[in-house]
Structures are given as structure tokens and as C-alpha cells.
Nanobody, 119 residues
Framework: QVQLVESGGGLVQPGGSLRLSCVASGSIFRLYTMRWYRQTPGKQRELVAGITSGGTTTYADSMKGRFTISRDNAKNTVYLQMNPLKPEDTAVYYC?????????????WGQGTQVTVSS
């Protein structure tokens, strides 16, 4: 079992920056692929960025060059640095942890943190 707690969301002006954090507890964090997703009302949850246990990163096209995902296995934490932010980045951002056990995927989600980009 993995518990995920996101933090760092808030209100920021266009062009500003935020760093989201997601702290994991309850299992072996370093074995998990960690991802950030986001969701706005009426839309499906979309992938923002991911980082594997080996440190390989992936990004959605619209986030490339603006967002950076990183992890600190010693702190059981994954980060999402977002800069510069645009109004269309407004969403609830969710942290996801996933691991393949050999027979099935284990998936865990945080409760989400709201990011609002507005002047």
C-alpha cells in the first residue's frame, strides 16, 4: 500500500512558477514509476509527466520545455516544477505511483492539489 500526499498548488499569475511535491509513504518508493496528471471539470484526466524508477522522464507535448519532473528517493518525494505557467494549466494536479509486480500493476493516487493560473 502506498499513500500519496500532494502539496504546492495555489494561485499564480501567468508567467509565474510553482513547484508541486508528492510525498509517498508505506512502500518502497524507489521501485515505482511516478507520474503527474491533471484534470479540469468536464475533461478526462491527462498525463503531464512521468519519471521511472531509473530516472527516465517523459512529458506531454504541451509541457515540454516548461515543466520538469524529478524525484528524490531519499525523501520519497516526486516534484513537478512548472514554469512559465499559462491560464490553460489551471487544473487539479494528481500524483500517481505505479509498479508492475510481475502479474499485475499496482496503482495509487493522491488526493490532488489545485493549481490556478490567473491574473
Amino acid at each position: 500500500q502506498v499513500q500519496l500526499v500532494e502539496s504546492g498548488g495555489g494561485l499564480v499569475q501567468p508567467g509565474g512558477s510553482l513547484r508541486l511535491s508528492c510525498v509517498a509513504s508505506g512502500s518502497i518508493f524507489r521501485l515505482y514509476t511516478m507520474r503527474w496528471y491533471r484534470q479540469t471539470p468536464g475533461k478526462q484526466r491527462e498525463l503531464v509527466a512521468g519519471i521511472t524508477s531509473g530516472g527516465t522522464t517523459t512529458y506531454a507535448d504541451s509541457m515540454k520545455g516548461r515543466f520538469t519532473i524529478s524525484r528524490d528517493n531519499a525523501k520519497n518525494t516526486v516534484y513537478l516544477q512548472m514554469n512559465p505557467l499559462k491560464p490553460e494549466d489551471t487544473a487539479v494536479y494528481y500524483c500517481n505511483a505505479q509498479r508492475w509486480t510481475g502479474t499485475a500493476y499496482l496503482d495509487y493516487w493522491g488526493q490532488g492539489t489545485q493549481v490556478t493560473v490567473s491574473s
